[in-house]
């Protein structure tokens, strides 16, 4: 079994930063993406940023220059550095991972439970 374990949410005021993080566990064998997907209150789960393993990232559009994505493939660990935070980035953010467990074979796809970033104006 995989598991996703995020932590770094909370309040904030607009312009102020954040930083997530999420830890990867389990029976890993290769972890070929690691990223963030955000869901506000009555949006659809949208895309924040991902990373391969060999480096490569995407961001959601309105994350860019403002958001940064690393990760740590031999810990398992992907961290959101949030700057400039604006109140329409409030919503639950999760983690999310693309992960071939040993023993198993094929790729499937993890998410986090979710942490909550509140961005006050």
């Known amino acids: 079994q995989v598991q996703l374990v995020e932590s770094g949410g909370g309040l904030v005021q607009a312009g102020g930063s954040l930083r997530l993080s999420c830890a990867a566990s389990?029976?890993?064998?290769?972890?070929?993406?690691m990223g963030w997907y955000r869901q506000g209150p009555g949006s659809q789960r949208e895309l924040v940023a991902r990373?391969?393993?060999?480096?490569?990232?995407k961001y959601g559009d309105y994350v860019k220059g403002r958001f940064t994505i690393s990760r740590d493939n031999v810990k398992n660990t992907v961290t959101l550095q949030m700057n400039s935070l604006k109140p329409e980035d409030t919503g639950v953010y999760y983690c999310?991972?693309?992960?071939?467990?040993?023993?198993?074979?094929?790729?499937?796809?993890?998410w986090g439970q979710g942490t909550q970033v509140t961005v006050s104006s």
């Open positions: 389990g029976s890993i064998l290769n972890n070929n993406v």
């Open positions: 990373m391969n393993s060999g480096g490569s990232t």
């Open positions: 999310y991972a693309e992960i071939v467990q040993k023993d198993v074979g094929g790729e499937d796809e993890y």
